[in-house]
């Protein structure tokens, strides 16, 4: 699908807003201070490349824009600033998510998003372009697109901060292996949200550090828009990387707490073992089926050899108490 909007500025102010689909790119070629939004949705990828390339968007960002999983990134052309980055669909509370890519081709009078299923910042902007009019500023809308996904993102994290303290609290008072897994599986999803967030933080500053004098000149402040962007990314990395650590912590509480009642356990066995072995070498001895035994034509011999194994048993015992119960 491929719908735009048409900006055509008139000079007592009555402006002209027109919207529908590719026949509306020939009136803005044809109306020099005219400003146009075209976004592209699901569109094929031939068809799509075709139209970029009229579009005079360079077949490099048309690559990038394809290419199964391509990073995040930020380019400036001779014609538009390519703005590529992670947008979602769908941020669940257990930082389950469901992303896309979504291209943004800043140029002159002209914003072209490219997208290949419905966008939540998109459909929100594209009713609203006009109210904030934000159409002459091609850049600046193109960075609010953005901010508006990367404040989804922050509000997930956010929300999911709760249940990282229920965790907390949990581990705390019956630590069990259903927190573990839990824990290790927020810390796998965490590393990748990490790994996005982080893509998505150098792309605002590369480009807050090399801003295109064309975004520059245009209509509102992009400069400060950018500073504003890039604090959200700086926040929402610096957020998920806390929570991983804090998942991390947990998780070697955890190792620690099992290895310490393990030591624990294995420190009982091998008390026990000790205070039985005397003893069991004293049977063994006079459990021998020789002739020549002096002590086994003894009258108290029975006796004499349980006292034996009462004393080192109770001796043994009290060594043990003394170097570990302490």
């Known amino acids: 699908m491929i719908r735009a909007q048409l900006l055509i500025p008139a000079a007592d102010g009555n402006d002209k807003w027109l919207q529908g689909g590719v026949e509306l790119v020939q009136q803005w070629r044809d109306l020099p201070g005219a400003w146009i939004w075209i976004d592209l949705e699901g569109e094929a990828e031939e068809k799509e490349r075709n139209f970029l390339l009229e579009m005079d968007c360079h077949p490099l960002a048309i690559d990038d824009l394809q290419r199964f999983r391509h990073p995040p990134k930020t380019e400036n052309f001779i014609s538009n600033t390519?703005?590529?980055?992670?947008?979602?669909?769908?941020?669940?509370?257990d930082l389950t998510i469901t992303q896309m890519t979504l291209a943004l081709f800043a140029g002159d009078r002209c914003l072209i998003s490219c997208h290949e299923s419905p966008s939540q910042a998109i459909n929100h902007y594209w009713s609203s372009a006009r109210s904030e009019n934000l159409l002459v500023s091609p850049g600046l809308l193109g960075?609010?697109?953005?901010?508006?996904?990367?404040?989804?993102?922050?509000?997930?994290?956010?929300?999911?901060?709760?249940?990282?303290?229920?965790?907390?609290?949990a581990m705390q008072e019956s630590p069990n292996d259903a927190l573990m897994r839990d824990l290790i599986a927020y810390q796998s999803r965490l590393r990748k949200l990490k790994r996005i967030y982080s893509y998505h933080e150098r792309l605002i500053q590369n480009l807050r550090l090399e801003i295109p004098q064309r975004l520059i000149d245009e209509e509102g402040d992009i400069e400060h828009a950018l500073q504003d962007l890039y604090e959200r990314c700086e926040r929402l990395h610096g957020l998920c990387t806390m929570y991983y650590d804090i998942c991390?912590?947990?998780?070697?509480?955890?190792?620690?707490?099992?290895?310490?009642?393990?030591?624990?356990?294995?420190?009982?066995?091998?008390?026990?073992?000790?205070?039985?072995?005397?003893?069991?070498?004293?049977?063994?001895?006079?459990?021998?089926?020789?002739?020549?035994?002096?002590e086994l034509h003894w009258p108290y011999g029975y006796f004499i050899v349980l006292a034996m194994l009462v004393v080192i048993g109770a001796a043994s015992a009290l060594w043990a108490y003394r170097k570990w119960m302490r």
């Open 82 to 93: 390519l703005l590529l980055y992670r947008d979602i669909t769908e941020f669940n509370v």
């Open 143 to 169: 960075v609010r697109i953005m901010r508006f996904s990367v404040t989804h993102y922050l509000d997930g994290m956010l929300l999911f901060e709760n249940r990282l303290d229920d965790l907390e609290d």
């Open 248 to 294: 991390g912590d947990l998780i070697n509480g955890y190792l620690s707490l099992t290895s310490h009642s393990l030591s624990n356990t294995i420190r009982d066995l091998t008390v026990l073992t000790a205070l039985f072995m005397p003893p069991t070498l004293i049977v063994g001895i006079y459990g021998m089926n020789f002739d020549h035994m002096p």
